[in-house]
């Protein structure tokens, strides 16, 4: 008898276990791998912006996870393999180079959902891509550039040459050119996406060669700071960056990825969740622009807030023929718009642009 | 002044090989404080570092899998360190050799061979070396200093590789992103437990290890090594050959590097990538010291070393932890080291010097 009411006991408790393992089970829990620091204040960033976001909205619905500074090498696979490995029904993992790591998670945990960012494949059912058209933000950021600057030359330091930022580059020009005849643009390229160190020196030989506008494509304030310092304009990166450089900082090209994220948890809560590719502008609020400075004339702020709103209308389109490259090659007919898969692979600066593409 | 450090007479064998272990207590200790400090359960914070990690087998397959490269490389460097020949460099051996072998894998890209591991693996090796020989040639021939050659080549080889990525050997599949095609299959090293990590790559490693203790511990050019690291002129008057000696560390240490960055590309990432190596080289330099210089301390440094990446992604992901408490580990775990070898050589002492009357008395 006190056997078996023991045994009854043991097997209570076991049920009651069974019973509280599948409640945590049905608990949704969302994971995020970020490739540099949250403290950055640019890419890795607004990234956690969208998670915080994420908890703020659904509560104790949801348990997020974060892991930052994981290195795109063999780091990734150990990193997202564990997150798949603990629970986590639903992760993000941020950054170009975990591209081939969450594949072969995604593989390897068919019932886990995986969202990569700004990649192209999609080898399993269970894994989706999305990035944002940052190159809209860069076409309204170039009509002020274009407007703001004396010396008529723009400093761009630039990370990595491909697609994604060569596109920004040739954005950049092709809007500034539009409004200023004369303006020309110079990049420096660091080889990196997070060092203030080497992001400031770019920017200081960007100003010692004439530029009185800093651009970046890298995720730190330390352009923006050394512009600040030097006395000239530039534009922050990813997020609004305006208190590293108050009279600096023209505006910023927002990556709002929150809406993105609450929308993909909610679609695994529900069952709603299907593969797909993502590549969401100004329209559907992925990209916003920081507010404007002050400095900016009024007819400027209005010609930037024209060309956006015309970016959402559809009237206004950043690559519109007609587009030639350096050598003279059109590469976008006139009347014609480049299509996404052109953007998606653009290899090749425009005509008027200075310099080469390294190799 | 007040404080000072006087040599001992006499170091304590037992005390050298203890103070790995008693760093590894105080950083555990001080750890254990800072958490308390953090509000965070020190018990909970030390077993989700330590334990949590390799609880599982695949936790523990990825830790020998993350000490490969530290125990290869620290062992290769452990032999030159004890010459006084300063390989700083193994960094770039290590991707010199991963291009060497990835190159192969690439070029025989549709080839399927059993033949092609085992050539990845030896031109890997052959790569490492390479890129150690010029170190070792500058410094026997024109008498440079090898940490400042070795050092700056890790720069050029990284250059190279962002070459190779950005241009001739981009996937051209791969809309313009910087990064190699996929090895196929017959060029990915063989896996030892299914449904992990867990390659060949391990054994070699092993087997290193055992070599290099043979060699330090019982074959004549280990003697030759130790004799002439620790006194210069009496292997000079032995008639021992310095400049071979240069040349042999820096090519075993390179080749070990290389052999690392190979088992890397082919053994966990699959492909070439711009960052092969989150700075294996130079963290193995830490390892090869916490070792003790010794092929068998060297293994378990690595694994110790090994452990604190692995011990932080766990704090990041079960405790929520910043990614920064792996730097501060890792910064104790080598401040102590440091801190208790001083004391292991020279004592601390309270007053001004005292030589004068102790000769005296």
Redesign the interface.
């Known amino acids: 008898m006190h056997l078996k009411s023991k045994l009854g006991g043991a097997a209570a408790a076991a049920v009651l276990a069974f019973g509280l393992s599948t409640a945590a089970q049905a608990q949704m829990k969302v994971?995020f791998v970020y490739v540099g620091?949250i403290g950055d204040h640019g890419w890795n960033y607004q990234h956690h912006q969208g998670l915080l976001a994420l908890k703020k909205a659904l509560g104790s619905k949801v348990t997020t996870?974060?892991?930052?500074?994981v290195?795109?090498?063999?780091?990734a696979?150990?990193?997202i393999?564990?997150?798949a490995?603990?629970g986590h029904n639903l992760i993000f993992t941020t950054s170009?180079?975990y591209m081939?790591p969450t594949n072969k998670a995604a593989k390897?945990f068919p019932k886990v959902t995986f969202e990569h960012a700004t990649g192209?494949k999609r080898l399993s059912p269970n894994v989706s891509t999305y990035s944002a058209r940052f190159y809209e933000g860069r076409y309204v950021v170039g009509k002020i550039v274009g407007k703001m600057t004396k010396t008529n030359t723009i400093g761009y330091v630039a990370s990595?040459?491909?697609?994604e930022v060569i596109r920004g580059i040739n954005a950049t020009y092709l809007s500034a050119k539009s409004v200023n005849p004369k303006i020309k643009i110079k990049v420096v390229w660091v080889?990196t996406w997070y060092d203030p160190g080497k992001e400031a020196d770019a920017a200081k030989t960007l100003i010692d060669q004439g530029a009185d506008v800093i651009m970046q494509h890298t995720d730190s304030p330390a352009p923006l700071q050394v512009a600040e310092k030097r006395g000239v304009y530039a534009v922050g990166q990813a997020s609004d960056m305006r208190n590293f450089g108050k009279k600096a900082h023209l505006t910023a090209i927002v990556n709002n990825w929150a809406p993105y994220y609450l929308a993909r948890t909610k679609a695994v809560m529900d069952g709603s969740w299907k593969q797909q590719d993502t590549w969401h502008g100004f329209k559907e609020g992925m990209v916003k622009m920081a507010p404007y400075n002050s400095a900016i004339p009024a007819e400027v702020v209005k010609l930037a807030e024209d060309t956006r709103k015309g970016i959402i209308a559809g009237t206004i389109h950043p690559f519109e023929g007609e587009i030639r490259d350096q050598s003279g090659k059109i590469r976008i007919p006139a009347g014609k718009r480049a299509d996404d898969g052109l953007m998606?692979?653009?290899?090749f600066y425009v005509q008027g642009v200075d310099g080469t593409i390294?190799? | 002044m007040l404080l000072r450090l006087e040599q001992r007479p006499e170091v304590s064998k037992s005390m050298v090989y203890a103070s790995p272990l008693i760093a590894v207590v105080l950083t555990i200790l001080t750890a254990m404080v800072m958490f308390a400090l953090l509000g965070v359960d020190p018990v909970k914070a030390i077993a989700t570092f330590f334990i949590e990690p390799i609880s599982t087998l695949d936790g523990l397959a990825e830790l020998c899998v993350k000490a490969t490269p530290l125990i290869l490389i620290g062992v290769g460097l452990a032999l030159g360190f004890q010459a006084n020949v300063w390989n700083i460099g193994a960094e770039g051996q290590l991707i010199i050799g991963a291009l060497a072998g990835g190159g192969l894998a690439l070029a025989f890209y549709d080839h399927s061979s059993i033949f092609l591991v085992p050539a990845m693996l030896v031109s890997g090796v052959i790569g490492g070396m390479a890129w150690a020989a010029i170190p070792a040639w500058l410094k026997t021939r024109y008498n440079t200093n090898e940490i400042l050659t070795s050092l700056m080549l890790t720069y050029v080889g990284l250059l190279v590789l962002s070459y190779l990525v950005h241009g001739p050997w981009k996937d051209p599949e791969g809309q313009n992103f910087p990064e190699s095609r996929l090895f196929h299959e017959s060029a990915l090293l063989p896996i030892l437990i299914d449904e992990t990590r867990l390659n060949v790559g391990w054994l070699l490693a092993l087997l290193v290890v055992v070599a290099g203790w043979l060699l330090i511990s019982r074959h004549i050019i280990g003697f030759q090594i130790k004799v002439i690291g620790m006194a210069p002129m009496a292997a000079r008057f032995a008639g021992f050959k310095e400049k071979r000696l240069i040349w042999l560390t820096l090519l075993i240490s390179g080749g070990c590097a290389g052999l690392a960055g190979v088992i890397e590309l082919s053994g966990a990432i699959g492909q070439i990538v711009p960052s092969i190596s989150p700075g294996y080289g130079f963290t193995a330099i830490i390892v090869a010291f916490l070792g003790r210089l010794h092929p068998v301390g060297v293994f378990f440094a690595g694994l110790l070393m090994a452990l604190t990446y692995l011990g932080g992604d766990s704090a990041q992901i079960t405790m929520n932890m910043p990614n920064a408490v792996i730097g501060v580990f890792q910064g104790m775990l080598l401040f102590f080291l440091l801190a208790s070898d001083v004391l292991i050589r020279y004592r601390v002492r309270i007053g001004p010097h005292k030589v004068q009357a102790e000769v005296a008395e």
Do not use: Q, W
Not at chain 1, 65 to 69: L, N, Q
């Open positions: 994971g620091p996870t974060h892991v930052e500074k290195a795109e090498n063999a780091d696979t150990r990193v393999t564990k997150l490995s603990t170009f180079g081939n390897r192209y990595f040459p491909i697609p080889s998606a692979g653009m290899n390294p190799k």
